[in-house]
Every structure is written in structure tokens, then in C-alpha cells.
């Protein structure tokens, strides 16, 4: 069973609310959805940050093939990708 917490690492802030408000809509199972701003490291300027989308591991099945197929694909929708944290 994968318990660990997934994020989607997107572009920019308005990727990620769209990301995560469709999953959102998609994917109640998925639980509430965190945004966090990801400043690339030695870059200052705002332009020059991702934004993440973090998703905690259901806490009774952990991660499914499924649930990290809909991850990966909201992802790759928005021009992103997931990662494990």
C-alpha cells in the first residue's frame, strides 16, 4: 500500500486551481487539495515559481493504479507532472 503524499508540480497558480478544482469535481476521494507556491531555488522572482498541488494518500486504501492515473493525467492536462513527496 503507497501512503505517501503526491504532488502535482504545475507552471503557475492558475494551472494548479484549475488542476485542483477539477480533480476536485472528478475525485471526491481524493480529499481536500492543498495549493503551495514552490520558489525554484536561487530565482527571486515571481515568475520563476511552480505552484504544487499536494494530495494526501487516502488514509484507509492508500494510493490506487487508478487515483494516480487521474493524478497523472490532471497533471499532463496542465502542462505538469506528479511526483511522490
Known amino acids: 500500500m503507497n ?14 486551481e484549475e488542476a485542483a478544482e477539477e480533480l476536485s469535481a472528478r475525485r471526491p476521494d481524493l480529499g481536500d487539495l492543498e495549493l503551495v507556491r514552490d520558489s525554484l531555488a536561487g530565482e527571486d522572482d515571481a515568475e520563476d515559481a511552480q505552484w504544487l498541488v499536494v494530495i494526501e494518500a487516502p488514509e484507509e486504501t492508500g ?15 496542465h502542462d505538469g507532472w506528479r511526483e511522490e513527496a
Request: aromatic share 4%; hydrophobic share 55%; charged share 25%.
Open 63 to 77: 494510493w490506487t493504479a487508478e487515483q494516480l492515473a487521474a493524478l497523472d493525467a490532471a497533471a499532463a492536462e
Open 3 to 16: 501512503n505517501s503524499r503526491q504532488l502535482l508540480v504545475l507552471p503557475d497558480r492558475d494551472a494548479a
